[in-house]
């Protein structure tokens, strides 16, 4: 059997966005490859089928062993060559995508992990948010979001979960779970909820890989560089101070999601912030 080292430079999008084609890879080969991962986030692979070994680092000489060695670009090469990541990825590594839509394995552990912070007793719908953006220049003001949890809990009663970003402040909405997830753990919580709403982050590629209905806030970014097609929409950040236009665009944005999946209910209008 082949024995194949995958290496992901970057973080949890790299590796969420590497793995439709590390899928296709295996299957390509008939499943007569083992394929080690090495990524800083390579616990997002565990249970993985297509994977055998994984490691967050490996030293020279241990790379010598591998019959083939691919080592995949960051996000931002990716969309500077004008690809979404997921193809660039394929690419790579010479095969033919059959889906494109990331998936991750979770387990009944990492569930336990979720449930240490008793989502249970949040009512519905839960909306994790992910304040933060790739970009330093292109956040989304903390204004905006402030009004948009007051909006989403007035209006539509919704449980606030805030998950990101690591470096930045609790909004002071819902749950504070800022700093306190890992990119798997973040992936577990984020499937307890019922919506995600991310900027420029890897929360959009996590919500993505477990089925969490995803509401993107993108600074111009082409939406084909940057999303996953399936139970998603985006919508045009705009810059301070029109906190209502973009609080607004999102709600907007909710409802279209709700009514594309058949679930709107009692949110055939947009409501007023």
Known sequence: MRKVLI?????AAEAVCAEPAIRAYKAAHFGQVEVTVCS????????????????????FEET???????????????RAAGK??????????????????????????????????????????RIAIAPGSDRMDKRWDAASWSRLCE???????????????????????????VGRLGPREAAAVVSCCDLLIAEENGCLDLA?????????????????????????V???????????TCVESVLEAIVRLCQSSGEAQGTNESPEP
């Not at 909006?151 to 779970?177: D, M, R, T, Y």
């Open 208 to 232: 993505a890989a477990v089925q969490t209905p995803l509401v993107a806030i993108l600074n111009h970014a082409d939406p084909r560089l940057r999303m996953h097609a399936e139970g998603a």
């Open 151 to 177: 909006v989403l809990e007035n209006k539509l009663g919704a449980s606030i979960i805030q998950i990101e970003p690591v470096e930045g402040e609790f909004l002071g909405h819902g749950l504070n779970l």
């Open 40 to 59: 800083r986030c390579c616990d997002l692979f565990r249970n993985h089928p297509a994977v055998g070994q994984m490691t967050s680092e490996m030293r």
């Open 84 to 125: 979404h990541p997921v193809d660039a990825y394929a690419e790579q590594l010479g095969v033919t995508l059959c889906d494109r839509m990331p998936w991750l394995c979770l387990d009944s552990l990492d569930m336990v992990r979720a449930q240490r912070f008793s989502l249970e007793s949040l009512g519905h719908p």
């Open 7 to 11: 290496e992901i430079d970057g973080a």
């Open 234 to 244: 985006w919508v045009n950040s705009h810059p301070a101070p029109v906190a209502e």
């Open 64 to 78: 010598e062993g591998f019959d083939a060695r691919y080592c995949l670009e960051t996000l931002e090469a990716c």
